[in-house]
């Protein structure tokens, strides 16, 4: 589908910035070349590309209601192929856009420093809140520990792993093909163990890999109208799929955080599933990104706090299970299911708005301007933007 084991160094076109200023997955930015007019180098901010934003908010959205539906998902196989559909694509969906945007990333002091002040400090403040959370409302004695990534944090570790790695990916010939590799060989390794959650951050390689590897036309080949109208009767084959698979599938193959044998399976089935849900990863990401709108929205705005909606709903979503909101039998059918969905897609909606960046900004992208030394090329460059008389 896409052109993943081209190398990066053909063809290149003007890179987005490593990383956007409001969260941790690098905000979607307009390729110079892509815009019209002549570029202006003293412009303050550069455009941002619609199409990510909507991407970035819609699979955060999915990723909400994921997490809402899986204490009602057993009650309902209907509800539960859904959830397996969902799991198939958000995440991915997710990491591609994150390696896209993460293409220019070296290792400029600039760049170290908001890698680390947008997803190391996030992730020690999350990894002790969570815990810190949990003993609050129930009164029980979870420890801290930030060699195991708790519930959400697990995201953050990848993403500074991957992204560390990013150089070394665009000189491998073939970086698609050895990251699937790597892929596969966890799904059979049970050795890797928990820290840090490396089973998830390996098994997830391949998708931040593949986004380093795309250039803008693959995403404006999967927006054309014959794979939009195409996307329909994938979807719906897949929904299909996904209920004929409830009673015969183990949905934790979704998560990519064990290997097989942890899952009562063969060796030899890790590699296999991980083709195989690659493929159909792939295909209904293809079919996701088909019908995100590439104008501006309503939502449009709201994708540059994905990150801040992805770390905070998981307390809604706590908070309601300690307090056991979710095992109310009401809640079990088709209608509360629905209020259920609906009521988690707001809330992190909220969640992502300006009011709400604004007050744990501290948290999201401290400045921390007095833990790094100003190296000579940032100078330089504040001093070029200085006005002149």
Known sequence: MFDAASSPGQNRRPLPPAQSPVDGVPGP?????????????????????????????????????????????????????????????????FIIISGYFSRSFDMRPDRLKRLITGVVVPYVLFETAYPLFKNLVTGSHEEISLLDPWYLTWFLVALFIWRLTTPIWKLVRSPFAVALGIAMLASAAPSIGDDLDLQRVLQFLPYFVLGLCMKPEHFQLVRRRSVRIAAVPVFAAALLVGWWAVPRMNTAWFYHRDAAQELAAPWWSGPVMTLALMGCSLLLTACFFAWVPGRRTWFTALGAGTLYGYLLHGFLVKFAEYRGWFDHAWLHHPLGEILVTLLFAAAVTVLCTKPVQRVFRFAMEPKMEWAFKQDAAERAREREKAPVG
């Not at 412009?43 to 009602?72: S, T």
């Open 29 to 93: 930015r307009t390729p110079m070349s892509a815009r019209k007019g002549p570029a202006k180098a003293d412009r303050p901010g550069r455009q941002r590309d619609a199409f990510f934003d909507n991407a970035k908010y819609l699979a955060i959205v999915l990723v909400a209601m994921g997490h809402a539906w899986e204490p009602l998902k057993g009650d309902s196989r209907i509800l539960e192929g859904v959830y397996t559909v969902v799991y198939c694509f958000h995440m991915p969906a």
